[in-house]
Structure formats: structure tokens, C-alpha cells
Nanobody, 130 residues
């Protein structure tokens, strides 16, 4: 089955850290921009970060800049999201997707053009609560 498998979610206190992993099953990451997205209860799915295929350069949503770091290991077919200084507002199900149309992350559309992403996994629940 061609999809991502997310892992690493859990319950953490405010100020804590988690690292999410997203492993590719049935395809290779090398040619695709990869995005992390999240969906909180009652809200639309939003972009968190995007990683360019060639050099791993990345973009972030303003809400997570300075706290989250995306990285990728193409040889291991895995993308990571290191989340530090977590806040209750970060509570959501986190997903990753492969942009089959692009190798780069266009600054104006990487988050909004979610229709360009495929191979969504089941998501990883992150809950930030005291």
C-alpha cells in the first residue's frame, strides 16, 4: 500500500517536546516536497511545515516558527518533525503528505494547495495539556 505511516504522537505538558516520524511505504521520498499538516477538532487542516526534496530546505507556518523543525532522511524514507516548547494550541492530529507535483515548497501555496499532496497516513495525535 502506498502511503505514509505517522508515529510518535502522545500526551505532553506545555513546554514539552515530541518528535513525530513519517515513514513512506511503497514509494521513495527523493522526488517530492513533503509537507506536515495538522487538524485540530472543529478546524480545517492547516500546513505546519514543508521540506524541499533536493536539499531539505524548509518553510514553516508562523505559528510554529522557531519551535518546530522538519527534517528528512531520504535513504530511510522517513520525514521527521521535532516539536519543542509545545503549547495547548498545538493539539491536533498531525499528518504528512507528498507533493507529487513539486520538488520545492512554493512560499505562497505550499500550505494552501493541499490537493497537490497524496499518500496521507492515518495521522498522529498530539495532545498538549497540563
Amino acid at each position: 500500500q502506498v502511503q505514509f505511516v505517522e508515529s510518535g504522537g502522545g500526551l505532553v505538558q506545555p513546554g514539552g517536546s515530541l518528535r513525530l516520524s513519517c515513514s513512506a511505504s511503497g514509494f521513495f521520498l527523493d522526488y517530492y516536497a513533503i509537507g506536515w499538516f495538522r487538524q485540530a477538532p472543529g478546524k480545517e487542516r492547516e500546513g505546519v511545515s514543508c521540506s524541499r526534496s533536493s536539499d531539505g530546505s524548509s518553510l514553516y507556518a508562523d505559528s510554529v516558527k522557531g519551535r518546530f523543525t522538519i527534517s528528512r532522511d531520504n535513504a530511510k524514507k522517513t520525514v521527521y518533525l521535532q516539536m519543542n516548547n509545545l503549547k495547548p494550541a498545538d493539539t491536533a492530529v498531525y499528518y504528512c503528505g507528498a507533493n507529487l507535483m513539486r520538488t520545492r515548497c512554493p512560499e505562497s501555496t505550499w500550505s494552501s494547495n493541499q490537493h497537490e499532496y497524496s499518500y496521507w497516513g492515518q495521522g498522529a495525535q498530539v495532545t498538549v495539556s497540563a
